[in-house]
């Protein structure tokens, strides 16, 4: 199947700075990215949608200014958490749409997990 | 997207078939049935998906009703490293993740 890779793994930062994650299809060109994030015990939750050469869509709920994405190319989106707060701890994964016709697939990253302190 | 039910965990003895159910009664005529699973923190894996007829590839197969109600995901020789909570979705457009089934295989 399709890779998609994110970087950092893991990051831990302190309360009101922003951290950036980034999303990447190593082998395939994805014009839609989605971002996803998954609290302890919970599935995962989309949060928004992302469009390259587009602004990205934000699901009900989710903040747009404090969750900035880009999606500058077709084998990268990133995800940038602005001041961020320990509420926004939390595992967030990328995905990728990988398009045939109807039958499209989706291929996930191996997530984020980020810790506010 | 139509509404898919699960059961919220099961148990499987390694080495046997793992049977995971899946109802999806609200199903429409264009929309695929997709099944990933997700490994303790991990981001999730795509196994498998169709439309109306039965699919196999080397990871499990995937059984869709007649009338596409219902689907059921097989693992045919389960493993330890099968242990994990598998989603499934029907999807017109976005993938969205209910609740799951936290499957267990156990020695």
């Known amino acids: 199947g399709a890779v998609v890779s994110q970087h950092p793994s893991r990051v831990i930062c302190k309360s009101g700075t922003s951290v950036k994650i980034e999303c990447r299809s190593l082998d395939f060109q994805a014009t839609t990215m989605f971002w996803y994030r998954q609290f302890p015990k919970q599935s995962l939750m989309l949060m928004a949608t992302?469009?390259?050469?587009?602004?990205?869509?934000?699901e009900q709920g989710v903040e747009k200014d404090k969750f900035l994405i880009n999606h500058a190319s077709l084998t990268l989106s990133t995800l940038t958490v602005t001041s961020a707060h320990p509420e926004d701890s939390s595992f967030y994964i990328c995905?990728?749409?990988?398009?045939?016709?109807?039958?499209?697939?989706?291929?996930f990253g191996p997530g984020t997990r980020l810790t506010v302190l | 997207d139509a509404k898919t039910t699960q059961p919220p965990s099961m148990d499987c003895a390694e080495g046997r078939a793992a049977n995971l159910p899946c109802n999806h009664s609200?199903?429409?005529?264009?929309?695929?049935v997709y099944w990933y699973r997700q490994i303790h923190s991990q981001g999730p894996q795509y196994i498998i998906h169709g439309l109306k007829n039965n699919e196999t590839n080397e990871m499990a197969s995937l059984i869709i009703t007649e009338d596409r109600k219902s689907s059921t995901l097989i693992l045919p020789h389960a493993t330890l490293r099968d242990t994990a909570v598998y989603y499934c979705?029907?999807?017109?457009?976005?993938?969205?993740f209910g609740a799951g089934t936290r499957l267990t295989v156990k020695p």
């Open positions: 979705i029907v999807r017109g457009g976005d993938m969205r």
């Open positions: 609200t199903i429409s005529g264009n929309e695929y």
């Open positions: 995905s990728a749409r990988v398009p045939a016709g109807g039958r499209d697939t989706q291929y």
């Open positions: 992302s469009n390259e050469g587009s602004k990205a869509t934000y």
